[in-house]
Each structure stands twice: as structure tokens, then as C-alpha cells.
């Protein structure tokens, strides 16, 4: 009987899992770098959906600084979305562990 309640909360906790994977696809986060200058918005599943670059940045003598404020904006977009998909699955993966799954 034991076993038969953890095989259904396992089944119940997947269900969690899968429905917060889809949402995380809805979910934004931003990251912004350079004071504003350029902001990088990713979905909690990590992928890349806007750039935004400050007009006064474009410019031929700012091109390195543009194109290293760039990849500082999508490596912490990429943080924060990891972040994100990491609290919303966290609170299921900590109640598997409690069950003695070991997640």
C-alpha cells in the first residue's frame, strides 16, 4: 500500500514537472548591462527572444564595448533564466527528496 501512495505522488509530482516546464516557456526574465545600454529578455527555459540596444551605443569607435556589453547581457539573462527554472522546479525536486527518491 506503502509503495502504491509513493508510485502516485511520483505521478503527481511528473505532472508538477512537465507543467512547470511549460509555463517556464511563458516566463521572461531581463538582464541589463552598461547602465541600461543593452538588455538582454530570455524565457525561463533559457531561450534568447529580445535584444535591446541603447541608440547611443551604436556607433563604429563603440563597437567592441557594444559587442561586450552584448554577450555580459546574454550571459546573465542566461543566469537568471537558469535561476528561474531552478526556483519553479526546486519546490518539486525538494518534495520528491523528502520522499526518499534522492532528488
Not at 31 to 53: H, N, P, R, W
Request: proline share 1%; glycine share 10%; charged share 25%.
Amino acid at each position: 500500500m506503502k509503495l502504491n501512495n509513493i508510485m502516485k505522488q511520483a505521478q503527481k509530482m511528473q505532472a508538477q514537472m512537465m507543467q512547470i516546464q511549460e509555463n517556464l516557456a511563458h516566463e521572461t526574465v531581463e538582464a541589463s548591462v552598461g547602465g541600461g545600454m543593452v538588455k538582454a529578455v530570455f524565457t525561463g527555459q533559457g531561450d534568447l527572444v529580445e535584444i535591446k540596444i541603447d541608440p547611443e551605443v551604436i556607433k563604429a569607435e563603440e563597437k567592441e564595448m557594444l559587442e561586450d556589453l552584448i554577450a555580459a547581457a546574454v550571459n546573465e539573462g542566461l543566469n537568471r533564466s537558469k535561476e528561474l527554472a531552478n526556483a519553479r522546479m526546486g519546490a518539486v525536486a525538494g518534495a520528491l527528496g523528502s520522499m526518499g527518491l534522492g532528488f
